[in-house]
Structure formats: C-alpha cells, structure tokens
C-alpha cells in the first residue's frame, strides 16, 4: 500500500512540475512582448486586440506573402496571433499549406496554358499533365525549406519575400510549439537587407532568449540580449520600429525575470536600455561603460541626492556595485567620463 501511495505521490509531483511549466510559458520572452503593439497596419492592431491564440485566415495569409509589405508588420502580425496553452490551431501548417496552394495554382495555370498552346497535339499535352502531376507530388513531399525556395522560384518572388516567407515560417513554428521549437537557422540573418536584417535579428534573438528560458539558462544571456542590439553600443537602428521593439523586450526581461538573476547589467550609451532598473538587494549590478569610455567616475546618490558612494573608473570595463549596501528606495547612478558626458540610471531597490 506505502509503495502504490508513493507512486501516486510521484504521479501527482510530475503532473503539477508539467503543470507549472506549461504556465511559466505563458509568461516568457516569445508569449510576453507585446510588440504588435507598434505595427501601424490596421489588421495587425485588430488581431493583436483579440483574446488567446488567433487562426490564420485567408486575409492574413494574403498579407504575409504580399512583397509590398514590410517585414516587421508581417513579424508583427504573427506576434499578435497570439499563443494559448495546449491549444490545437496550427498556424505553420496552415501557412505552408496556403505556400503549397500558390505553388499548385501556378502549375494549374501554366497546364491551362500548354493546353490552349498544344491543343493540337494531345500526345504532348498528356505529356506535360503528366509532368506537372509528377512535379506538384514532388513538391508535396519536399522539407518547408526547399518548398519555399522552389515555390519562390516557380512564382518568380522577389529574393527579399522568399526570405520573409522563411522567418515568418519558423517563428510559426515556434508558437505551435514552444516546447520543441525549432530554434535554429539564426543564420538566415545575414541575407536580408539592413532594414529587414535588424527584424531577423530581433525575432532570432527572442528564439534565443527563449529556448534559454525554457533550460533556466536565462540569467547566462541577459547581458547579450541587450549588448547584441548595441549597434556601436548606440542602439542605433534604421528601423525605428525595431528600436522601440528591442525596448519593449529589454523591459519585459529586466522588470519580470532579471529580479531572478544573481547579476543584472546596465550599458552606458545604449539608446535601448532601460532608464530605470528594479532590482533586489541581493543582486549585483554591473554598469558597462566600455567601449563609451574607459576612464571618468560613477557616483551613486539616494533619493534626497546625498552622495553614498562613488568609484573612479580608471581602465576598466564596468562598475561592480553591491546592492546589499544599500536599503530599499529609489537611488540615482551618475557617471561622467573625461570628456565631460554625463549619463544616467535610476535604479529602485525593494525587497
């Protein structure tokens, strides 16, 4: 009987952990920001607007593989579809199934032609149908990589949707499944234009900060996340869109799960850091000042701007404070190089 009990006991321990960790998805980087927020296009807005996990349908569709699009909308609408826990809709599936659609309607179309074109001779006609029989199997059975590459060679798409079709595929993937995402391909980045390149970059750093959510990992990566958009450390993007994204991401991160990190990171000079940090006072700051410069001094005050303490920076990389110095409130960190730039953190400590 103790041994039945104790294997219900496990049972039950199992089912709560799933439990928790299927929850705990609800709120991580890829469910959490918000960014849809910031797409100007009316049917992004709309959907994003809507409860729970939304289904693509054909007007989505149609704005996805429309070239005249920009990418961030199109990221910026599969964000606003939404994710639900254990729910059944499949919009990957969905939108290679639209994919092999485009591809099947292109092979009909140039069958009709042939047909008008070699009338004639309908030995060669049931050749071609054939041949376009043979190619539409074929394309069925190919992996989704290959299938947009020759769907996109089939329907003459400009190089730029083949790649937005691509990313927009995979982070399709990933909202199906964040448990087995495919979190991979992050070189796809380096073939887009600049614009666009800063879109892959943000959605291949969220599978990123994602999958190391998912391993506990996240503390690892907190610093990179930020520093990798630190474009010579100045957050200095074309696409302004991307740049209030990045900020969006940046305080999601510090304010809902930074608080479980041992140490946090404030950079100097980066655009999309955050101007505020809440931290505990068992946390450790680190406040980067390289590459913006090197030497100069950091002084902390509290909320009364009476000095409590003060570092010059002579060489080195960052500045180590130790929250446990400090009581619960409000402080603001002021540091000044030896040019005479100044800059500014404000940093809460509560408990």
Not at 83 to 92: F, L, R, T
Not at 200 to 227: G, H, K, P, T, W
Not at 336 to 344: C, G, I, M
């Amino acid at each position: 009987m103790r041994i039945v009990c104790k294997k219900y006991h496990l049972i039950v321990i199992g089912f709560l952990t799933f439990l928790m960790s299927f929850n705990s998805y609800a709120d991580s980087p890829l469910t959490a920001i918000n960014f849809w927020s910031l797409s100007k296009e009316k049917l992004v807005i709309r959907t994003g607007k809507k409860g729970g996990k939304k289904k693509l349908n054909q007007k989505m569709i149609n704005f996805l593989f429309d070239s005249k699009q920009s990418t961030f909308d199109k990221i910026a609408l599969v964000n606003a579809l939404g994710w639900e826990q254990e729910s059944e809709i499949k919009n990957a599936t969905i939108f290679i199934e639209a994919l092999e659609n485009f591809y099947s309607d292109k092979l009909n179309k140039n069958l009709k032609r042939d047909k008008r074109e070699f009338d004639y001779d309908k030995e060669f006609y049931d050749v071609e149908k054939e041949y376009y029989n043979f190619d539409k199997e074929s394309f069925l059975e190919l992996p989704d990589r290959e299938k947009i590459l020759s769907a996109s060679f089939e329907l003459d798409w400009p190089f730029s949707l083949e790649k937005q079709i691509y990313l927009i595929c995979q982070y399709l993937k990933v909202m199906d499944n964040l448990i087995e995402a495919p979190f991979s391909d992050s070189e796809i980045v380096w073939f887009f234009e600049p614009q666009d390149n800063e879109c892959a970059l943000f959605i291949m750093s969220l599978f990123r900060a994602q999958e190391l959510f998912i391993n506990s990992q996240f503390c690892d990566y907190l610093s990179v996340f930020q520093s990798q958009f630190s474009m010579e450390n100045n957050c200095s993007f074309e696409n302004e869109q991307i740049k209030e994204a990045v900020r969006l991401g940046n305080n999601y991160m510090y304010q809902n799960l930074a608080v479980n990190c041992e140490r946090i990171y404030f950079e100097v000079g980066n655009s999309c850091a955050l101007v505020e940090i809440i931290a505990k006072p068992s946390q450790l700051l680190w406040v980067v000042h390289y590459p913006v410069f090197v030497y100069g001094k950091l002084v902390v005050y509290d909320s009364s701007n009476a000095e409590i303490d003060a570092h010059e920076i002579d060489g080195d990389d960052y500045v180590e404070l130790k929250l446990t110095n400090y009581s619960p409130g409000i402080y603001w960190i002021r540091l000044e190089d030896e040019k005479k730039n100044k800059y500014e953190l404000k940093l809460k400590i509560e408990l």
